[in-house]
């Protein structure tokens, strides 16, 4: 089943605490959202691509583009104030299609088969989205004072890709819309709106490059695969 991926790349960075959008940093001389984009395009499932941006970051993301030969960018949107702006901005950019992919620009290191999982899934489902089990114990807290041990095994830390058809996705998108609802991922969406979303299990490779600590690492995935993949 062949896919759109939709690639938000409109934020800020606060966290990153850079001069600059941090999908323009770089590790090991190519910028973090070219990475990314090179997944896609060497992904044979993968018809499209589109990217939500700052318009005036539009000369360097072409100039990107261009250099490292990404022939599957068709088109741009004007990122909006919050991310889920920026992918209801590509939806609506978009030739529907039937099944649409959205991934964090800023996660580089998404494995292809995690990919081909999620687009088989959504396709037949309608709504699968990347995830891995918690590692941690996670607690909720009051003013400093622990409440509740949260049951692990009911724990999922949710990633992007998140899979969909695109009617659904672009019904739940503006459907929040108009009701002025702001979630954190599209998952939360398509909830809202009643339908069932399906896990698919992701690799813990497949970070946020969210502070700086994130680029560290990011620079140890790299190293530890193989010399031909870094080219
Ligand atoms: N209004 C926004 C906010 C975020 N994003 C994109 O959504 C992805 C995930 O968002 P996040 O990691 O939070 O990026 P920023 O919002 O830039 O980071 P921060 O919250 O630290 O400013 C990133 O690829 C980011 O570029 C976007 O397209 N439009
Ligand atoms: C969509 C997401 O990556 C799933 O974990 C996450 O919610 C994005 O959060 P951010 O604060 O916009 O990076």
């Not at 939709?6 to 070219?34: C, H, Q, T, W, Y």
């Not at 114990?137 to 830390?157: F, H």
Request: charged residues 25%; hydrophobic residues 45%; contains cysteine.
């Amino acid at each position: 089943m062949n896919y759109t991926v939709v690639l938000p790349a409109a934020g800020s960075g606060k966290r990153m605490k850079a001069d600059k959008n941090k999908l323009l940093l770089e590790l090991f001389g190519k910028p973090i959202f070219v990475y990314t984009l090179e997944v896609f395009q060497n992904d044979p499932a993968c018809d499209a691509i589109w990217l939500a941006i700052k318009e005036e970051e539009r000369g360097v993301i072409e100039s990107y583009v261009a250099k490292y030969g990404i022939t599957k960018v068709k088109g741009y949107a004007q990122g909006g104030m919050e991310r889920q702006d920026s992918v209801r901005a590509c939806l609506e950019a978009i030739p529907p299609c039937g099944v649409v992919l959205v991934h964090d620009a800023a996660r580089p290191f998404i494995a292809s088969r995690v990919i081909a999982s999620l687009v088989e899934e959504a396709a037949h489902k309608g709504a699968a989205i990347a995830a891995v089990p918690v590692k941690d114990t996670i607690k909720k807290a009051a003013g400093g004072i622990i409440t509740e041990t949260v049951d692990r095994n009911q724990l999922w830390m949710i990633q992007t890709p998140q899979a969909f058809t695109y009617e659904l996705l672009l019904k739940a998108a503006q459907s929040a819309n108009e009701a002025g609802f702001i979630g954190t991922d599209e998952a939360m969406l398509v909830e809202r709106i009643g339908h069932p979303v399906h896990i698919v299990e992701s690799t813990y490779e497949n970070v946020k490059m969210t502070t700086p600590e994130d680029l560290i690492y990011g620079k140890a995935i790299l190293e530890s695969r193989t010399q031909e993949e870094l080219t």
